[in-house]
Structures are given as C-alpha cells and as structure tokens.
Nanobody, 123 residues
C-alpha cells in the first residue's frame, strides 16, 4: 500500500505561482512513477504530467508545458508540482497519484491517489 498526501493549494491571482507537494509513504519501493492530475468542476479528471521515480524522467500535457515543473526528492519521498504563470483555467482540484506499472499516461494504471488539494486562480 502507498499513502499519498497533497498540500500547498490555495488562491492565487492569474500570473502567480504555487507549489504543490505530495508526501508518499508505505510501499515506496513499488512505485514506478508519480503523476499529477486535476479535475475542474463538471469536468473529467485530466492528466497534468508525471515523473518517473528512479530516473526522474518527466512528461507534461501541452496545456501546462513550459509553465509547470514536476520534481522529486527521493530521500524525502516527496514529489512537487511547481506551477508558474497560472491561468484561471488551471483552477481545479489537483491530485497526486502513484503507479507501479509502466504505463505512465494511463489514469487507470494509477492505483494510489491522494485526497486532492484545491487550486483557485482568480482573473
């Protein structure tokens, strides 16, 4: 089992920055990658990006590329989502998730999820 706890959400003006944190505990050895997802009201959960747990390889959806950065600190079992140049359309609940599979882009392969943290970007 892997437990995930997000923190760092809040209210920010457009153009501002926020850093989300995700603390992982439990069976860390089973994690291959950590993903970030978001869900806006009335919309489906959307993939934001992932980072591989060992190699640190990252991938981002086009809408956040160049603005968001995912990083990790393996010693602390932490993953971060640095969000810059935020836009009102980035408003959502953000979730971190962990997968032990090799299909890092597949939401269904993420078996562990945090509780989510709200990010609100005002215009």
């Amino acid at each position: 089992q892997v437990q995930l706890v997000e923190s760092g959400g809040g209210l920010v003006q457009a153009g501002g920055s926020l850093r989300l944190s995700c603390a992982a505990s439990g069976s860390i050895f089973s994690i291959n990658a950590m993903g970030w997802y978001r869900q806006a009201p009335g919309k489906q959960r959307e993939f934001v990006g992932y980072i591989s747990w060992t190699g640190g390889r990252t991938y981002y959806v086009d809408s956040v590329k160049g603005r968001f950065t995912i990083s990790r600190d393996n010693a602390k079992n932490m993953v971060y989502l640095q969000m810059n140049s935020l836009k009102p359309e980035d408003t959502a609940v953000y979730y971190c998730a962990a997968t032990s599979s090799s299909y890092y882009l597949d939401l269904g392969r993420y078996g562990y999820w945090g509780q989510g943290t709200q990010v609100t970007v005002s215009s």
